[in-house]
């Protein structure tokens, strides 16, 4: 699904990841884990194709990142923070992105799903923090695709949302896609990834799955096996 070979990247003199090598095998719900400044976003956004790395090499879904475009049609993407204009209402958004990708889609499920039915006229500059990332959530699931990313998914989710969001991501590991995850709520991940990656200082410092880290570490708290892990390799 995902080949990550020596992979560097620096801005300027700050070398922010330094000879990654990764496999990410096809199914599953993977967790990116890291503090900030770690290397997550630049990861991710070398694997989207949105930053050209200093050095190395990606495939994604058997092809090359470099010089290539068209793979990135067959991944759905949420990105943290989903920029759009503000004027634009949602029905209206949610139509562009139909018109555009031209695919079978399930947007009504999903509006009823997350309660946007009364929003689908207002405009985007008018909704809650929660509400657009209800709106940015639909669109990423939109779409069936073999590789979805998502960075920092629950940011503003009410209890209820964040249900649906996570039948969500089980409902697309069923039907076999891959899912990549950052996220900072720790009980979240717990909850929801089967395997996790854990970035410092822009390298690899462990990978495996929420009981082999809790193992390691001997610490029966996932939050506190993360905090270990880190601290170790920190001192170290």
């Known amino acids: 699904m995902i080949r990550v070979d020596n992979l560097y990247k620096k801005y300027g003199k700050n ?6 090598d990764l496999q990410i095998n096809p199914g599953g719900i993977l967790a990116i884990l890291g503090p900030n400044g770690s290397g997550k976003t630049t990861l991710i956004k070398c694997i989207l194709g949105m930053v050209l790395p200093s050095k190395g090499s990606i ?3 058997d092809m090359a990142v470099k010089d290539n475009w068209a793979y990135r049609s067959q991944i759905n993407y949420l990105p943290q923070i989903a ?3 503000g004027n634009i209402r949602v029905n ?3 139509n562009m992105i ?3 990708r031209q695919q079978p889609d399930r947007k009504q499920q999903l509006i009823d799903l997350f309660g946007l039915e009364p929003f689908l006229n207002k405009k985007l500059s008018t909704l809650s923090g929660g509400t657009k990332q209800k709106v940015n959530i639909v669109l990423t699931f939109m779409f069936d695709s073999p590789l979805i990313i998502l960075d920092e998914p629950t940011n503003g989710l009410d209890p209820a949302a964040l249900i649906s969001l996570k039948e969500l991501i089980r409902e697309e590991k069923e039907k076999g896609s891959t899912i990549l995850i950052t996220s900072h709520i720790m009980q979240f991940v717990e909850e929801i990834a089967e395997e996790i990656i854990y970035l410092l200082e822009g390298k690899i410092y462990f990978e495996g799955s929420v009981v082999s880290l809790k193992k390691l570490t001997g610490q029966t708290n996932f939050e506190h096996a ?3 892990i880190a601290t170790s390799n920190t001192d170290a």
């Open 226 to 228: 993360i905090a270990a």
């Open 92 to 94: 209206e958004l949610f």
């Open 15 to 20: 070398e922010v990841l330094k000879g990654l």
């Open 59 to 61: 495939h994604v879904l």
């Open 83 to 85: 920029d759009f204009p």
């Open 98 to 100: 139909k018109d555009l």
